[in-house]
């Protein structure tokens, strides 16, 4: 049985940093690609962030330079780390597992809330 469990989240000051984390099992983590994507209330879900197999990264207008997404292999983790949170930062935020050669096997968390607020 797949399962992505996501941590990290919780309430922070604007201006505060948070760091997620993705926990995998089930699968064989190294051959996955990492999505962080989030999703505010009455929003779409956005992408945030990818991490790939290779460690390459790619990162979405809405936060590039205040989040940094890294993986741990040895650990079957993604994390996400947040800087500068702004209000508008307030979401769910959820990862996504994405196997390198085969669309039919991605997995989705069950999400973390993160708000931010004073």
């Known amino acids: 049985q797949v399962q992505l469990v996501e941590s990290g989240g919780g309430l922070v000051q604007p201006g505060g940093s948070l760091t997620l984390s993705c926990t995998a099992s089930g699968i064989i983590f190294s051959v996955y690609s990492i999505g962080w994507y989030r999703q505010a209330p009455g929003k779409e879900r956005e992408l945030v962030a990818v991490i790939r197999r290779d460690s390459t990264t790619f990162y979405a207008d809405s936060m590039k330079g205040r989040v940094t997404v890294s993986r741990d292999n040895a650990k079957n983790t993604a994390y996400l780390q947040m800087n500068s949170l702004k209000p508008e930062d307030t979401a769910t935020y959820y990862c996504?597992?994405?196997?390198?050669?085969?669309?039919?096997?991605?997995?989705w968390g069950q999400g973390t809330q993160v708000t931010v607020s004073s």
């Open positions: 996504n597992a994405n196997h390198y050669s085969d669309a039919n096997l991605n997995y």
